[in-house]
């Protein structure tokens, strides 16, 4: 099935650093996307990368995707303590509605 | 900004009961959902919903669940009998098809 894993799990990085989350999938996809979640709050949509683009930029964030090697990256630039959160990515299928498939996430410390 | 609304935001239940999670969705979206997070763990799809009806669930939604669109406006989550192991954070989304999904902000389901 297709799944989103991100890697590393944790990630712990003073501030001011830039943060790099990788995330790899299966199967073909038609977006992917990353998400927020600061601890045991909700999911906080942050950007949406189609498959027939490379890279993507808003604010602080940068996102990748290489669907040759089925494959996405997640750069916070000069980061904050307030960025300290679980980050997941998430694909869904060539297909309208189809269901999201999360990965475990990466969870990112930034510490002041 | 358009939300997704949730209530409760945690509701505590004895084993065995019934629950009912309720979600409103984005107005003009057509696509709803429902996901699960048990603690520690990744978001996990139950079941999405189109033009009143089922389009697709997941091994976990069995016939414990169910869902509804009992007014045009609301959209919910029934757990029939509930478990020890249906303890998680409900999450609703939203989409308008092949654009981001909007996740509601959670309820927090304690079985006990």
């Known amino acids: 099935s297709q799944q989103g894993e991100e890697d590393p799990q944790a990630l712990s990085i003073q501030e001011g650093e830039n943060a790099t989350m990788n995330c790899s999938y299966k199967?073909?996809?038609?977006?992917l996307q990353w998400y927020r979640q600061n601890s045991g709050r909700g999911l906080v949509h942050l950007i949406l990368?189609?498959?027939?683009?490379r890279e993507k930029h808003s604010g602080r964030l940068r996102v990748t995707l290489d669907t040759s090697k089925k494959s996405s990256s997640l750069l916070i630039t000069a980061s904050r303590a307030a960025d300290t959160a679980s980050y997941f990515c998430a694909t869904d299928a060539h297909q309208a509605g189809t269901a999201l498939i999360f990965g475990k996430g990466t969870t990112l410390s930034v510490s002041s | 900004e358009p939300e997704v609304t949730q209530t409760p935001s945690h509701q505590v239940t004895q084993m065995g009961q019934e629950v009912i999670l309720r979600c409103v969705p984005i107005s003009n979206h057509l696509y709803f959902y429902w996901y699960r997070q048990i603690l520690g763990q990744k978001v996990e799809f139950l079941v999405s919903?189109?033009?009143?009806?089922?389009?697709?669930k997941s091994e976990i939604f069995d016939d414990q669940f169910s869902v509804e669109r009992p007014d045009g406006s609301n959209f919910t989550l029934k757990i029939r009998s509930t478990k020890l192991e249906d303890s998680a954070m409900y999450f609703c989304?939203?989409?308008?098809?092949?654009?981001?999904?909007?996740f509601g902000s959670g309820t927090r389901l304690t079985v006990v």
């Open positions: 989304a939203s989409s308008g098809g092949f654009d981001g999904y909007t």
């Open positions: 919903f189109y033009n009143n009806e089922i389009s697709e």
């Open positions: 199967t073909s996809i038609n977006n």
């Open positions: 990368i189609r498959s027939n683009e």
